[in-house]
C-alpha cells in the first residue's frame, strides 16, 4: 500500500479505523526527510496491512503542533488509538521494522 497524506480532516477518521497506523512527520525542504522518505515508502509496500501516513508539516502546521512536533522527520505510532511510539530523526530500515513489529516503545 502506498503512503497515504493525513490532513486535519482526515487524521481521525484514519487513526479510528485502522488498527495500526505510522505517521511520519516531514516538510518538503528537510533534507533528512527525503532520505527518509524512500526506507518509509517500501516498508509501506512491504506491509500492506498497516496504514503508513504522511503529514507535511508546512501545510498541516495545527496537526503537527496538536502533537508536539518540533523536529522533523518525527515517526508516530498509533495501535488502537493509542500512541504506542514517537521519536525524531531519520529511521533506518531495520530500526523502522523494529518499530513496526513494536519492540520498541516510548521511553
Known amino acids: 500500500m502506498a503512503t497515504v497524506e493525513l490532513t486535519q480532516e482526515n487524521f481521525e477518521q484514519t487513526v479510528n479505523d485502522n488498527a495500526m497506523v505510522l505517521i511520519d ?5 528537510c533534507g533528512p526527510c527525503k532520505g527518509f522518505a524512500p526506507v518509509y515508502e517500501q516498508a509501506s509496500e512491504a506491509h500492506p496491512e498497516i496504514v503508513f501516513a504522511k503529514v507535511n508539516t508546512d501545510e498541516q502546521q495545527e496537526l503537527a503542533g496538536a502533537f508536539g512536533i518540533r523536529s522533523i ?3 508516530l505510532v498509533f495501535r488502537e488509538k493509542v500512541i504506542l ?13 523494529q518499530v513496526r513489529n513494536n519492540r520498541r516503545r516510548l521511553p
Open 25 to 29: 512527520f516531514w516538510a518538503p525542504w
Open 73 to 75: 522527520p518525527t515517526l
Open 85 to 97: 511510539f514517537q521519536q525524531a530523526g531519520a529511521l533506518p530500515g531495520a530500526a523502522l521494522e
